[in-house]
């Protein structure tokens, strides 16, 4: 971003050196002061609602602990093949996982932010049974599009679609444009091999087919990009 923004620095998020003592067995602490109590409230429900789509969406991120003062929570992931298992004291929950990266064309960022990442990541990941037929997303992981981390972009899509896409300076809204409809692209390349992948489960995988309503304009905008490859696969079952 620096060497593409040349004199034009970041300034979101910025960190701030400052004292203090890191904990033992870590090399960086950031600290977040909570000015009142209302922002308490906002920062306990938050981290309540950690869930598997954190690690899926941020893969070098292998475990987090999370410590409210009454309750530790430590989630792990374990990547097994082409699946990542994601543990949580007795919970185990496998993941069928397809990603795709690569180098953002320089035409698509000449209208971006200085922050606009140069690579892409998309990501497309459903729960499997242990014989392989998918499941049901948790009622934990929200329907919404994360890049990388939620968004307030709803889906309706049967899977967790996470992927990097340019986002408004609130960091919660997907920016439509070139970019966006190019990752849409990437994301149903990826979403139509999980469903071939997925085919020898046998019927169970039509549910992966995705409904014909979308439930906002960039669920739209997947959804055209989703329907047209899976138009071209094959993985419907055969009647024998």
């Not at 922002?39 to 950690?50: E, G, N, Q, W």
């Not at 971006?112 to 990541?121: C, G, N």
């Not at 809204?173 to 997925?198: F, H, N, W």
């Amino acid at each position: 971003g620096l060497a593409r923004g040349g004199s034009a620095v970041p300034v979101l998020r910025l960190p701030i050196p400052a004292g203090g003592e890191v904990p033992p067995g870590y090399d960086t602490a950031v600290r977040l002061p909570l000015r009142d109590t209302a922002a308490r409230k906002l920062v306990r429900s938050l981290l309540d609602a950690v869930d598997d789509a954190l690690l899926l969406s941020l893969p070098a991120i292998a475990e987090v602990e999370i410590d409210t003062g009454d309750e530790t929570r430590i989630l792990r992931a374990d990547p097994h093949g082409s699946d990542v298992v994601i543990a949580e004291a007795d919970r185990r929950t496998r993941w069928r996982l397809v990603e795709r990266t690569g180098s953002v064309p320089a035409e698509l960022l000449a209208d971006r932010t200085v922050e606009e990442p140069d690579r892409w990541r998309v990501a497309v990941a459903v729960p499997v049974h242990p014989d392989g037929r998918p499941a049901a997303l948790p009622s934990s992981v929200p329907q919404v599009v994360h890049a990388p981390t939620p968004t307030d972009e709803r889906t309706d899509l049967p899977v967790l679609v996470v992927g990097s896409f340019p986002l408004d300076s609130a960091r919660r809204r997907v920016v439509p444009g070139r970019l966006t409809d190019m990752l849409a692209d990437e994301v149903a390349a990826a979403y139509a091999a999980i469903v071939t992948d997925l085919a020898a489960a046998g019927p169970a995988v039509l549910d992966l087919v995705p409904g014909p309503l979308p439930v906002s304009e960039l669920d739209a905008t997947l959804l055209r990009s989703i329907t047209s490859v899976l138009a071209d696969e094959r993985f419907v079952p055969v009647a024998s």
